[in-house]
């Protein structure tokens, strides 16, 4: 159990001495560690007319999409009922000494 939770430390830690270590080369070979931030396009005063330019060709995937997760939520939260109407209607009587 303890070796399951030193495990991601030690990546992390890999990962972040092999990152300073490439950041500090690049450093010292004269190229810059960070490139200069870039100019960004003019944000449009609203954001709505953008979304849905964005949104409007994937409209039946995005529908589909919502639609399949508001199915599978409907799916998990019902996923006991079966057990419990199994358990409720034939096992308890059956154990009771009842006719099934």
Known sequence: MLAMALIPVGIVVVSLVAGFAARSRLARNGL????????????????????????RPERTV???????????TALALAAPLPLMLAVDHRLVP???????
């Not at 995005?62 to 599978?72: K, N, P, T, V, Y």
């Open 62 to 72: 995005l529908i589909l999409a919502i639609w399949l997760m508001l199915l599978d």
């Open 32 to 55: 810059p560690a960070t490139r200069a931030p870039q100019a960004w396009p003019p944000v449009p005063g609203k954001w709505g007319p953008l979304a849905r330019s964005l949104i």
């Open 94 to 100: 059956c154990l009771a000494g009842g006719q099934p």
